[in-house]
């Protein structure tokens, strides 16, 4: 079977930990029954051992399949655009894949919501895999179900066509687990309301296409600049396109690629002023993705 996953922007300024969006770049992957486990990797990561001896999709796959009942060996080939720690949601792609297919080559059929809520037991912020499993601009949250296992609760909406994502993509990696540590252990009262009241705006903007209050409803003050300031170009480019015609401009997941929102019109030009003005960066201008996880013909 030939699967897709889509790539990630989260956090998106002020909705640190709960709101984020897919993107319509993808990594493909197939699996195939055989008699020995077989991998190949094509693309980010083919030059690291790392994705051959210890491939974490192949380990969550293979501990989600058996749970199923599965018994089969197989060839795993992977096709992967995302680029890895660059918070483009490279590792909820793995982790939502794996279970996504796991179920698929065990001949269950797919819940989603079940997906989503396994996903948290490998990653614990659900931002990231929310938006990986569901496609378009989601808001969520964990909370306690029953049996006291913690399950994500989400809203989706979908994202038109009017508007495109810029990416700006450092050859610069940034650990999530290292940037997290760098964050404070403590935030006042005013630095929360300051983001509670930003990210509840910026949710009601997407739901109601409201783009040019995105500007000042993705502003934060709980994580972005304590983040960029390890890597302090990151400022220049937020201020460049913001200065050139994005719509917002944030720091995606953990960093280090900053994530551009623009009017489709407009997304070419700043795409190649941002190129020009950061010639040592990567610089794509993708679609929005609606679909999530999804199973490819062929």
Not at 102 to 124: G, R, W
Not at 140 to 148: K, P
Not at 240 to 250: E, H, I, T, V
Request: proline content about 3%; aromatic content about 10%; hydrophobic content about 40%.
């Amino acid at each position: 079977m030939h699967f897709s996953v889509p790539a990630t922007s989260a956090n998106l300024g002020s909705g640190f930990d709960c709101l984020g969006l897919s993107l319509n770049f993808r990594n493909h992957f197939s699996i195939v029954e055989s008699k020995e486990q077989c991998i190949k990797v094509c693309g980010e990561g083919e030059q690291s051992p790392k994705f051959i001896e210890n491939n974490m999709f192949v380990r969550i796959f293979t501990q989600i399949y058996t749970s199923l009942g599965g018994k089969s060996a197989f060839n795993f080939t992977f096709h992967n655009k995302i680029p890895i720690s660059r918070g483009l949601g490279s590792s909820s792609a793995i982790i939502v894949g794996a279970i996504f297919s796991a179920f698929k080559m065990a001949e269950k059929i797919p819940n989603k919501q079940e997906v989503l809520n396994l996903a948290l037991q490998y990653e614990k912020h659900p931002d990231n895999i929310t938006s990986t499993v569901m496609g378009g601009f989601n808001a969520s949250l964990i909370y306690s179900g029953m049996n006291n296992e913690y399950n994500v609760m989400s809203i989706r909406q979908r994202i038109p066509n009017n508007i495109k994502a810029v990416i700006v993509i450092p050859n610069h990696s940034m650990s999530t687990k290292k940037s997290r540590n760098i964050l404070a252990k403590h935030y006042n009262i005013k630095d929360c309301v300051y983001n509670l009241s930003r990210s509840s705006v910026l949710s009601l903007a997407f739901a109601l296409h409201k783009w040019d209050m995105l500007k000042e409803s993705s502003k934060d003050k709980l994580h972005e600049s304590q983040r960029m300031q390890t890597f302090p170009i990151l400022f220049n480019v937020q201020k460049f396109a913001l200065d050139n015609g994005a719509l917002m401009s944030s720091l995606s997941g953990s960093g280090s690629s900053i994530f551009n929102l623009c009017y489709t019109e407009e997304a070419q030009k700043l795409t190649q002023k941002l190129q020009i003005q950061f010639p040592k960066f990567r610089v794509i201008c993708v679609d929005f993705d609606n679909d999530g996880i999804k199973l490819e013909k062929g």
